[in-house]
């Protein structure tokens, strides 16, 4: 194997210019994603990070289902891990790393439960065995073994023939960005990085020091 220690790579993909940068940051992040996702399909992957009460970290990869001045989206079951971060520690990071273009997003911002009705409406429209998975897996408890998830996604099949409902505990969650950070690579290391700020209604950039 080779070692990790020669793995290199120097970047000369693209170029984030000051002529290239929006006015405010979710136009440019979109335009990113739709770059990204004609090369991947798990393009609307990103880690998210949360704090607990005793300011540990903790991050896990899942997928942006939305992403629009109103906040970026995901959907989760409330009472796992991060959901109970989240309930006492709402300041989080996202992270998308979309190495076939050599960038890198980083946001920070605030988070809090979608509507009700957000979260129905994307419930209903996901596949019957995802709409049957979220019934059945407790997200982050411990559980004896495989086939307790399997015997109990038989038993909610029969109770759920044809519709289902969205459990109480899973819905999504949506992240009001105050920072967002663009980093492209570039030869050298000289790599290219724009941090927007939300100061009031308006977006403040800076470049950044590779
Ligand atoms: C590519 C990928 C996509 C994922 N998407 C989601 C998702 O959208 N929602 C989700 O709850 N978990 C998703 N997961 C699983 C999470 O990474 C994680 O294991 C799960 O949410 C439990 O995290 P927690 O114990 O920190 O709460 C995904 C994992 C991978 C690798």
């Given at each position: 194997m080779k070692s990790i220690k020669d793995l290199r790579t120097d970047y000369q993909k693209s170029e984030l210019n000051?002529?290239?940068?929006?006015?405010?940051?979710i136009t440019l992040f979109q335009q990113w994603l739709s770059q990204a996702i004609t090369y991947s399909n798990d393009a609307n992957a990103f880690v998210l990070s949360t704090v607990n009460s005793n300011g540990v970290p903790s991050s896990r990869v899942l997928l942006l289902r939305d992403a629009t001045e109103k906040g970026f989206s995901f959907f989760t079951n409330y009472s796992s891990r991060k959901s109970q971060e989240i309930e006492v520690n709402p300041n989080v990071c996202m992270n998308f790393f979309w190495p076939e273009m050599e960038r890198q997003v980083r946001i920070n911002g605030s988070i809090s439960r979608l509507s009700e009705q957000e979260s129905d409406d994307y419930f209903n429209s996901r596949p019957y065995e995802s709409r049957i998975g979220a019934w059945c897996s407790p997200q982050s408890q411990v559980i004896k073994s495989r086939e307790v998830l399997v015997n109990k996604i038989q038993e909610l099949k029969k109770k759920y023939p044809n519709e289902v409902p969205r459990p109480e505990n899973w819905g999504g969650y949506t992240i009001v960005p105050n920072e967002i950070e663009f980093w492209q690579g570039r030869a050298s290391r000289l790599h290219d990085r724009f941090l927007y700020n939300k100061e009031g209604e308006n977006w403040t950039i800076n470049r950044l020091a590779p």
């Open positions: 000051v002529n290239d940068l929006t006015e405010e940051p």
